[in-house]
């Protein structure tokens, strides 16, 4: 009896420890994100500050957003009025080494994902040797 007791506990504290512990996925792009942040580095005035403050949305019911597929597509919407039905912008996408380049109506643009947590992205745009553009998104879950 006593060595059924002892396996009893001795199994469901390893089942309790196991389910209990949060699995940290990897990071993934692969996401509906909504812009959070935006600002700017202008490194001839300081390499690591950045200036950023909150997204302005051009509708207080609707999140401008950005979504990025496994298939490497994505759709974008920039809400500019709360009647704004235009049909989200739509295009292809690769991600490597922290490097994220877009291609949407015949353009392409480069960017660098500076950070990429399970809640959050950060991207730089380079504008110049001395400005770059930041980018701040949340996951949409």
């Keep these: 009896m006593k060595k059924t007791v002892f396996y009893f ?3 469901a504290l390893t089942v309790s420890m196991y389910s209990c ?3 940290d996925k990897e990071p993934s792009i692969i996401a509906k994100w909504e812009f959070s942040q935006s600002g700017y580095i202008d490194k001839s005035v300081s390499q690591t500050d950045e200036n950023l403050v909150d997204w302005s949305y051009g509708c207080p019911t609707q999140k401008d ?3 990025y597929k496994s298939a490497g597509e994505f759709d974008s919407k920039l809400f500019f009025d709360c009647n ?3 049909a989200p912008e739509t295009g292809t996408y690769t991600y490597a080494d922290n490097k994220l380049t877009t291609i949407s109506n015949g353009s392409t643009e480069e960017a660098k994902v500076v950070s990429l947590t399970n809640e959050n992205l950060k991207i730089e745009l ?3 040797s ?10 949409v879950n």
């Excluded at 001395?130 to 996951?139: E, I, M, P, Q």
Aim: proline share 0%.
């Design 21 to 23: 512990k949060k699995e």
């Design 130 to 139: 001395d400005y770059s553009d930041l980018l701040v998104f949340k996951k």
């Design 84 to 86: 704004d039905t235009a």
């Design 9 to 11: 506990v001795a199994v």
């Design 126 to 128: 380079v504008q110049s």
């Design 65 to 67: 957003y950005i979504n």
